[in-house]
């Protein structure tokens, strides 16, 4: 199948190809009164591709989180980094005038796991604290890319939605669990990077995200209640493919 794929491809390269040299031989003929238009699928013209589709993950450096239980504050610290990984899709307005902007969907995860437990002012290691944070996340973002017209394009941007978080079993050896709850806050991020075209409308995206998810409440096990924000910086590689 791969090799039949290869083949299709090739023989879709020649046709294309093909058509090129034949327009611009006619451009030639006619005195150059025909100007060729930028290819939709040359790695030089991303602006011109309005659709694309994509994946990216990489590592999450989780800050501390906290919340109630027992009448103290427990704070979680978080072993690093941990893993992230989400899909996109996007739309990117060059060729409504608008050289540069995109718009983005993004449905992600990433998971965390518990260091250490800090119960009032008794800290627990890491040989006696367990506990994950998973978080589930659906963002609107939109970015700028610069360097228009070229194979190199730094973007900055950000962006706003929600993240639904679980706190599974956070506990320790000595306390048992403590809290098995999640809850849904506002997210928001921000960011940068920069995206490389490695093949025909394909570009590689490496960036930066600080990402945070806000007012997430949640019930300990013994009906303590509480707020918590979390916070995570983010090291991204994608993918992103343009139609």
């Not at 103290?72 to 902007?101: C, E, H, Q, R, S």
């Not at 956070?170 to 709850?181: D, E, Q, R």
């Not at 409440?217 to 303590?224: Q, R």
């Amino acid at each position: 199948m791969i090799r039949v794929f290869k083949l299709v491809a090739a023989f879709a390269a020649k046709v294309f190809f093909a058509i090129v040299l034949v327009g611009n031989v006619q451009a030639a003929d006619l005195g150059g009164q025909i100007v060729d238009e930028p290819d939709a699928f040359d790695p030089l013209f991303a602006g011109h591709r309005r659709w694309y589709v994509g994946i990216r993950g990489g590592a999450a450096f989780t800050q501390d989180t906290s919340f109630r239980t027992l009448g103290v504050n427990v704070k979680n610290t978080y072993k690093d980094p941990a893993g992230y990984i989400g899909g996109m899709a996007g739309y990117n307005f060059g060729g409504a005038g608008m050289p540069g902007l995109r718009g983005e969907l993004e449905v992600a995860y990433m998971s965390s796991s518990v260091d250490t437990q800090k119960l009032g002012g008794t800290k627990t290691g890491s040989a006696g604290s367990f506990g994950d944070t998973s978080t589930w996340l659906g963002l609107a973002s939109r970015y700028y890319d610069f360097g228009q017209g070229g194979p190199f394009r730094p973007y900055i941007g950000g962006g706003i939605g929600f993240g639904n978080v679980d706190f599974k079993r956070h506990g320790t050896s000595a306390n048992g669990s403590l809290m098995n709850n999640s809850g849904t806050g506002f997210a928001w991020q921000v960011g940068g990077g920069v995206n490389i075209d490695i093949a025909q409308a394909t570009e590689l995206e490496i960036g930066y995200r600080y990402l945070e998810v806000d007012g997430i409440k949640l019930t300990a096990l013994d009906g303590t209640k509480s707020s918590t924000d979390l916070s995570n910086h983010l090291v991204l590689v994608g993918l992103k493919f343009h139609y």
